[in-house]
């Protein structure tokens, strides 16, 4: 399993950007996808997941501000960002957890991370 992500760059305070994240490699299912950022310095943090059934989860930090959605039937998942702050400057990376493929089950797959860049 494969997860791609596009849409980062940079952005003004109070901007907004659209991140996606397509998943391949002869998926079934997917049962969590997600959004996690990491600063410099700082410990990768949970952003926002959204399961199969479309059940979301926001870190309080982003509540408000961003959305999670997905295309089931196109394995993808979206995080539209709105009134974007210089702490939200990261690494955006893309999480699949829990993925029904050909070959069985996999696990916790990564993207290879999108930069976010608010400047002030």
């Known amino acids: 399993v494969q997860l791609v992500e596009s849409g980062g760059g940079l952005v003004q305070a109070g901007g907004s950007l659209r991140l996606s994240c397509a998943a391949s490699g002869n998926i079934f299912s997917i049962n969590t996808m997600g959004w996690y950022r990491q600063a410099p310095g700082k410990q990768r943090e949970l952003v926002a997941v959204i399961t199969n059934g479309s059940s979301t989860n926001y870190a309080d930090s982003v509540k408000g501000r961003f959305t999670i959605s997905r295309d089931n039937a196109e394995n993808t998942v979206y995080l539209q960002m709105n009134s974007l702050k210089p702490e939200d400057t990261a690494v955006y990376y893309c999480?699949?957890?829990?993925?029904?493929?050909?070959?069985?089950?996999?696990?916790?797959?990564w993207g290879q991370g999108t930069q976010v860049t608010v400047s002030s």
């Open positions: 999480n699949a957890d829990d993925v029904v493929t050909t070959w069985g089950y996999e696990y916790d797959r």
